[in-house]
């Protein structure tokens, strides 16, 4: 006998708001030399040892609360300060379910503050990057005194430009608001400024995210934000008890203790961001924009041709065409992977130019 529900349309069930969302894409291309996901091309194999002494039995720690302290020394903050999330994804989720909206942030920016702000269904504000990639100032003052935004989300550096925003720009905005400001530190690590933590003390509404994904960790899904008390306790109610699994706990904090490597690694990346761009501005027809982060955006005549032919080399890097009209974004990979990507743009666009000839 049919069920009397099997023609039902699922679809109808949903609601509006996400049901006109399309999911995250993050297909996996198979490829050689991967620089599309601002991945480190460094690890930290070594500390997956530690995950062996855990009892597969236990939860983890709800509090998460041996990497809070490791973290809280790190940046002179207290632990009280800080709120760990699975990923700072997982943490752009639960600010948003916290504050709700109208939710402010310029365009082009990290693709995840629009989608999850949608999903909750709360009004989003975009306002456009002004033509250097940096904050126009007035448009979003004029947005937050106008539409008093409950939540404005700043990346600096800017995912996928690469620059930070001049903080001239951003402080009227924190004084301005009457919500929550949210710098998304995601790349601080890279960048020459010391970004916006001794700030903490003098703004109120300030949250400051970081992540551990972009400097060797992507694998483990840990985020963290910093934050009043009075906020960090509010976020938390909101918090899935062991949002952040004893694994990654304990890999994290080994990761963590061995400095040195983790230093060494992110002055290399920065070293070879320098080289990579200087090379890419010797190559015909491509223009390179100058990043505080640990990928470069570039512009290019024909994109779409130019990552495929990368791509056939087995170059993947990511074609941001919707975000950022006729650019694409690079990773930086370890030495021998960046000059393998030089190598093949520069064929790329040697070969394309006779074409033209
Ligand atoms: C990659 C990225 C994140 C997400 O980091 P996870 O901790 O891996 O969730 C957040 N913000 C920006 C700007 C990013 O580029």
Same mark, same amino acid.
Do not use: H, W
């Given at each position: 006998?049919?069920?009397?529900?099997?023609?039902?349309? $699922?679809?109808?069930?949903?609601?509006?708001?996400?049901?006109?969302?399309?999911?995250?894409?993050?297909?996996?291309?198979?490829?050689?030399?991967?620089?599309?996901?601002?991945?480190?091309?460094?690890?930290?194999?070594?500390?997956?040892?530690?995950?062996?002494?855990?009892?597969?039995?236990?939860?983890?720690?709800?509090?998460?609360?041996?990497?809070?302290?490791?973290?809280?020394?790190?940046?002179?903050?207290?632990?009280?300060?800080?709120?760990?999330?699975?990923?700072?994804?997982?943490?752009?989720?639960?600010?948003?379910?916290?504050?709700?909206?109208?939710?402010?942030?310029?365009?082009?920016?990290?693709?995840?503050?629009?989608?999850?702000?949608?999903?909750?269904?709360?009004?989003?504000?975009?306002?456009?990057?002004?033509?250097?990639?940096?904050?126009?100032?007035?448009?979003?003052?004029?947005?937050?005194?106008?539409?008093?935004?409950?939540? $404005?989300?700043?990346?600096?550096?800017?995912?996928?430009?690469?620059?930070?925003?001049?903080?001239?720009?951003?402080?009227?905005?924190?004084?301005?608001?009457?919500?929550?400001?949210?710098?998304?530190?995601?790349?601080?690590?890279?960048?020459?400024?010391?970004?916006?933590?001794?700030?903490?003390?003098?703004?109120?509404?300030?949250? $400051?995210?970081?992540?551990?994904?972009?400097?060797?960790?992507?694998?483990?899904?840990?985020?963290?934000? $910093?934050?009043?008390?009075?906020?960090?306790?509010?976020?938390?109610?909101?918090?899935?008890?062991?949002?952040?699994?004893?694994?990654?706990?304990?890999?994290?904090?080994?990761?963590?203790?061995?400095?040195?490597?983790?230093?060494?690694?992110?002055?290399?990346?920065?070293?070879?961001?320098?080289?990579?761009?200087?090379?890419?501005?010797?190559?015909?027809?491509?223009?390179?924009?100058?990043?505080?982060?640990?990928?470069?955006?570039?512009?290019?005549?024909?994109?779409?041709?130019?990552?495929?032919?990368?791509?056939?080399?087995?170059?993947?890097?990511?074609?941001?065409?919707?975000?950022?009209?006729?650019?694409?974004?690079?990773?930086?990979?370890?030495?021998?992977?960046?000059?393998?990507?030089?190598?093949?743009?520069?064929?790329?666009?040697?070969?394309?130019?006779?074409?033209?000839?």
């Amino acid at each position: 006998m049919p069920m009397p529900n099997q023609k039902m349309n $699922i679809k109808k069930l949903v609601k509006k708001d996400v049901a006109a969302l399309r999911a995250y894409s993050a297909v996996e291309i198979p490829c050689r030399i991967k620089l599309d996901a601002n991945e480190s091309p460094y690890g930290f194999d070594e500390a997956l040892k530690a995950a062996a002494l855990l009892k597969t039995n236990r939860y983890p720690d709800p509090e998460a609360k041996a990497l809070k302290k490791i973290l809280a020394r790190e940046m002179r903050v207290r632990p009280e300060n800080i709120l760990q999330g699975n990923g700072s994804d997982e943490l752009i989720y639960y600010l948003i379910a916290t504050f709700g909206g109208p939710v402010l942030y310029p365009v082009p920016t990290f693709s995840m503050y629009g989608i999850i702000a949608q999903a909750f269904g709360e009004e989003k504000l975009e306002v456009s990057l002004d033509e250097a990639y940096d904050l126009d100032a007035a448009a979003m003052l004029t947005a937050v005194k106008r539409q008093k935004p409950k939540l $404005i989300f700043l990346s600096t550096p800017n995912n996928p430009t690469g620059n930070c925003f001049s903080s001239e720009r951003i402080l009227p905005l924190l004084e301005a608001a009457r919500g929550i400001v949210v710098v998304d530190e995601a790349y601080q690590p890279f960048a020459s400024d010391r970004g916006f933590l001794p700030l903490l003390k003098d703004y109120k509404n300030l949250v $400051i995210m970081r992540t551990l994904s972009k400097i060797g960790l992507a694998g483990l899904r840990f985020g963290y934000m $910093i934050a009043s008390p009075e906020i960090i306790g509010e976020v938390n109610k909101v918090r899935l008890p062991f949002n952040v699994n004893a694994l990654s706990q304990a890999v994290a904090l080994a990761a963590l203790k061995d400095r040195k490597r983790l230093k060494a690694s992110i002055r290399q990346i920065v070293t070879e961001r320098d080289r990579l761009f200087s090379a890419m501005e010797e190559i015909p027809g491509i223009t390179p924009f100058p990043s505080e982060a640990n990928f470069i955006l570039f512009r290019v005549a024909g994109p779409d041709r130019v990552y495929k032919a990368l791509l056939r080399q087995g170059i993947l890097v990511r074609n941001i065409q919707d975000a950022v009209k006729g650019s694409l974004r690079v990773t930086v990979g370890t030495p021998d992977e960046n000059t393998a990507f030089l190598r093949a743009l520069g064929k790329i666009q040697k070969s394309g130019r006779q074409e033209q000839a």
